[in-house]
């Protein structure tokens, strides 16, 4: 028995530094902890069946408590300060909103301290957008109309201001088809029903792309490895045990110069499949909670009188 086993021991430790210079190699291959950290922070957000979807405000307009920010198209970039933070050049082209100075290294500190391009003067906030591209020519957005209103279901009074510097990421850019529920989409002007594809607008209805951010938050954290995980969706008023804290369902209606047809329509990520939005706060805190105490806590629809001339009004 002894010799069987002599005759066998060469095959058993040739066997055995095979093993451990493959997992050696697999070691040697693999990133370092704080690589793949950032690696698995930058990695691209996904709704498609992660997530639940949002229910979104299809009523008449006067029924909901809401405050409104009109703000002007500011820039274009490749950067994006919540999934590239600090490389600049490594996204997708973007449209930014609001804070005038968005970059790839702005922090909310740094956007408080700047200009903004929305008619509240309080909100430093920076929104953007992929851009979008006609006929791979670049389409310059009009502005963006930021709506923030308790989500359906949802107790005025229960609603909470957004942590300064909370993250939020609307849609999933890497969408090859049609998106689960409505998060993102695309309309004609008021109309509420959003399409995954830019359809023919009339001139008084020119084309929207609608985002609707999450109203759930976790109470501790202002972003996440995924830039998800801290933020969900309610359901039917209700925020899950994981995200107790109602903040405002923030909805940006995006207004492009585009109407008839003959379109061809593309994102800088890709299909119009992959519409999604970032919403980095930088509100002055005092400015946020006013707003949310006269209108949503009060069930009041504020800033109306300023935005009845604009097609780009949500039901």
């Known amino acids: 028995m002894a010799g069987t086993d002599q005759k066998f021991l060469p095959a058993v430790i040739a066997l055995a530094v095979i093993v ?11 990133p370092p902890a ?17 997530y639940p979807t949002p229910e979104r405000h299809t009523g008449p307009q006067g029924r909901v408590g809401q405050f409104i920010a ?17 490389h600049p050049g490594r996204s997708h082209r973007h449209d930014f909103y609001g804070a005038v100075a968005t970059n790839a290294f702005s922090t909310p500190e740094q956007l408080l301290a700047g200009e903004t391009t929305c008619t509240k003067t309080a909100d430093k906030a920076a ?9 791979d020519e670049i389409v310059e957005p009009v502005e963006a109309i930021a709506y923030y209103r308790a989500a359906p279901g949802v107790t005025p009074t229960d609603v909470q201001s957004f942590p300064f510097g909370l993250a939020m990421i609307a849609g999933d850019q890497t969408a090859t088809s049609p998106q689960v529920g409505e998060a993102a989409g695309w309309t004609c002007g008021i109309d509420p029903i959003l399409t995954p594809m830019p359809r023919d607008c009339a001139d008084q209805s020119p084309l929207h792309l609608n985002l609707t951010f999450q109203d759930c938050w976790d109470g501790v954290h202002i972003d996440s490895d995924d830039h998800q995980a801290h933020v969900t969706y309610s359901t039917a008023g209700e925020c899950p ?24 329509f593309r994102l800088a990520s890709g299909h119009t499949y992959s519409a999604h939005g970032d919403f980095l706060n930088a509100w002055e805190p005092e400015g946020l909670e006013r707003e949310i105490q006269i209108c949503i806590h009060r069930n009041v629809v504020c800033n109306l009188n300023n935005n009845k001339d604009d097609d780009a009004l949500l039901q």
């Open 34 to 50: 704080s690589e793949s950290a950032h690696l698995h922070a930058s990695r691209s957000p996904s709704l498609s069946g992660e």
């Open 70 to 86: 009109k703000c002007a198209y500011s820039h274009s970039a490749p950067d994006d300060p919540i999934v590239h933070y600090q």
């Open 241 to 264: 045990s994981s995200h107790p804290v109602h903040i405002p369902q923030l909805t940006t209606a995006i207004k492009y110069p585009i109407s008839g047809s003959g379109h061809d």
């Open 20 to 30: 451990l210079g493959a997992a050696a190699a697999a070691i040697a291959l693999s």
């Open 127 to 135: 929104y953007w957008q992929p851009t979008l591209y006609d006929h």
